[in-house]
């Protein structure tokens, strides 16, 4: 794999990742990163990494700082590769609750540069539906949920003016715009840049 995951240590239970959140990772050159297989030689706020093959399937505490990058064959980040195409499914789930259903509104409503969309396929959406495996507030904006999110998420905070734009919105438009100007100027986010203009189109 040109790419790896990567995670800052125990940073789902403390506040130790936020001089870390917003930076780019390619920059980060005064933090030590760690292969996951030297998990316990690392500390707190350190970075772990994992090279995945074709197949695996990663789980983790999704309330952790994380990202993928590409990776040189160290796994340590660079920007000299450029992205390959690749298809991954992220699957986010846990019990029925409050605080799974602040996940889904912080996915669903806050990152509006993820573009997650309703299911358009009828048949699937039943068949989930019936089956019970559909948040309960599946396309409901819940203001308590994005409150919790609010408080207990770290995100940039431009999305906050975006939670209640719909898809339509001028100002959501000229968000992804933007996007679209950064990724513009460098062929290694050629798939990112694609992601923003098929919004754009539909």
């Not at 912080?106 to 495996?133: C, M, P």
């Not at 950064?182 to 189109?201: A, F, G, H």
């Amino acid at each position: 794999s040109s790419s790896a995951f990567f995670v800052v240590k125990n940073s789902h239970n403390s506040n130790k990742g936020s001089n870390i959140f917003g930076k780019n990772l390619y920059d980060m050159k005064e933090y030590k990163f760690y292969d996951v297989e030297d998990y316990e030689k690392s500390n707190t706020g350190d970075i772990i990494y994992y090279k995945p093959n074709v197949g695996d399937l990663i789980g983790f505490d999704y309330r952790i700082l994380h990202t993928a990058s590409n990776v040189k064959d160290d796994g340590t980040p660079t920007d000299e590769n450029l992205q390959k195409e690749k298809k991954v499914i992220w699957p986010t789930y846990g019990k029925r609750n409050f605080f799974t259903e602040s996940i889904y509104q912080y996915v669903k409503f806050i990152r509006k540069d993820f573009g997650i969309l309703k299911y358009q396929d009828n048949e699937t959406y039943g068949l989930l539906k019936k089956s019970n495996h559909l948040p309960d507030t599946y396309e409901n904006l819940s203001k308590d949920h994005i409150e919790w999110c609010q408080k207990n998420l770290m995100y940039a905070a431009e999305l906050d003016d975006l939670i209640y734009e719909n898809s339509e919105s001028q100002k959501l438009i000229e968000y992804r715009k933007k996007l679209i100007d950064i990724y513009s100027q460098d062929p290694k986010y050629s798939l990112q840049l694609e992601k923003q203009q098929k919004y754009i189109v539909n």
